[in-house]
């Protein structure tokens, strides 16, 4: 059921012990920032967004989460949490619920396992530090040119004239996950198809330079698990 992340078996039967199961339909949201903490959720089937609305309204994505992936603020022994994020539903979705106490109990009988879940939450972090860093220190058009790389590394498919991200994502969404505005992408975007660095077929992405993007960022290589949208 779980997308593994170097998660040990113990841990992830815990995780998978499930309180009951619900569906949300798309272009809902799970939770949104500022709601209490009270249930994990596991996806069994569909996709959800993960991201930040700033104050005049600017959206930021983090992430996309399917199937397998853990969903909510991981957090534990702490009361009244509240989630940081929000979860946009943008495919219909099944999802598996843990309750949060549940789950606390479990980890307090278990020392071993308690440190192996904060191990999953510090490379949840590591994983969120470095999209952060992306966008602090290479602006607008180098977090388009991260924003593709990782998306190269989540949704990539090799084909002989370069990588398909075969996912279909709007120039506002890319715009989302960039912090940016949808006509700054759109000049980035045509400046990229004019070099010839990408191009467009049936609404997705095919990069033919990975490498370009990757010097212009002075990409460090960075783990896959880490260097992903998902």
Known sequence: M???HGMSDDLANILSTIDHTTKVTKNSFLFQQGEEVSELYIILSGRIQIGKISPDGRELTLRICSKGDIVGELSV?????KYLLN???TEDCELAVIKKNTLEEKLLTNNWLAIEFMKIMSFNYRRDQTKFRDLVLHGKKG???STLIRLSNSYGVKQKDGILIDIVLTNQELANFCGTSRESVNRLLNELKR???LSMEKNKIII?????????INCEDCPLVLCSID
């Open 87 to 89: 979860a946009k539903v």
């Open 77 to 81: 022994f702490d009361e009244n949490v």
């Open 143 to 145: 977090a388009l040119y």
């Open 2 to 4: 779980l997308k593994n």
């Open 208 to 216: 033919h330079d990975l490498q370009h993007l990757k010097d212009e």
């Open 195 to 197: 070099n010839n660095i």
